[in-house]
């Protein structure tokens, strides 16, 4: 079972990883990504990715895909060959459509144009095999001002600003609604991440079950 974790910029997506794992490792093989990846070139490109402005957006977001694209093959792709194990990702491809969407909406007309451009390249990528769609998308969603907040002190990135983090979190909205079948909304407001934790366990062990 393939599941990612999502949502704005200090809503908790780490740590939920970290505490889902540690809650279901010992009933099933678990395995844990990040994307972009935490392993060779990618996590020592990761700072300059994340914060170099000098990179263009729309080059930026290519270089997110090749990370995805090299995170699956590796990683994903052969945990998914045992059908009792569950990997985890924090974030995976409704991030980059929420925030590519929104970094690069000045190339296009319309916001929807955004999101079905990024949509388009990653259908593509799924149809001939070189990515897949998780299973379940749980979105953490939560106060944005205050996700800003605990952002502060961090390292600096391109997506710190409020405007940024709001309309991501609008498109993040935008895309649940889509897709409700897979991407289920976790309201992270007066619960700990804990507690967050807890309800996707228990959601994702129902589906296990099912």
């Known amino acids: ?3 990612s974790i999502e949502g704005i910029d200090s809503t908790g ?6 505490l889902l794992s540690r809650k279901l490792s010992p009933d099933y093989p678990v395995t844990v990504v990040s ?9 020592h490109l990761r700072d300059t990715l994340l914060g170099d402005k000098r990179i ?7 270089i997110f895909l090749a990370a995805r694209l090299d995170a699956y093959i590796k990683i994903i792709k052969p945990a998914l060959r045992n059908q009792k194990r569950i990997i985890f990702s924090d974030r995976f491809i409704d991030s980059w459509f929420a925030y590519q969407s929104v970094k690069n909406r000045s190339l296009f007309k319309t916001a929807k144009a955004a999101i079905r451009f990024f949509e388009t390249i990653n259908s593509t990528c799924v149809r001939n095999g070189l990515l897949t769609m998780p299973d379940k998308t749980f ?11 605990r952002s502060a002190g961090k390292k600096t990135t391109v997506y710190d600003s ?14 649940a609604a889509a897709s409700k079948g897979r991407i289920k909304i976790v309201n992270s407001r007066g619960r700990t991440m804990d507690q967050v934790g807890g309800i996707i366990e228990a959601q994702i062990r129902s589906l296990l079950r099912n």
């Open 13 to 18: 997506k780490t740590d939920v990883c970290r």
């Open 162 to 175: 409020t405007p940024t983090q709001r309309n991501v979190h609008k498109t993040y909205l935008r895309l």
């Open 1 to 3: 079972m393939f599941v």
């Open 139 to 149: 979105l953490i969603v939560g106060n944005v001002g205050e996700a800003v907040k």
């Open 56 to 62: 263009g957006e729309s080059a930026r977001a290519m």
């Open 35 to 43: 994307d972009p990846p935490d392993f060779a070139p990618w996590d």
